[in-house]
């Protein structure tokens, strides 16, 4: 499955799929198929980093 295109769902499927499936942001990524940098620049836009301590996307400070 493709990743959301609404970046809002984009941030509740990616941190879905941290907190239940993968260790890492690269992991999730290789398996979904999809490109991590990608997925970092279209949530950064909409406010979201990827804080990899933990694991989730986390909101700008």
Known sequence: MASPKDPYMLLSWANM???????S??????SEGEDSEEIC???KAAG??????????????
């Open 41 to 43: 620049r279209r949530l």
């Open 17 to 23: 799929k941290l907190r239940d499936l993968y260790p």
């Open 48 to 61: 979201y980093s990827y804080d990899p301590e933990k694991n989730q996307f986390v909101i700008l400070s």
């Open 25 to 30: 942001l690269e992991e999730l990524a290789a």
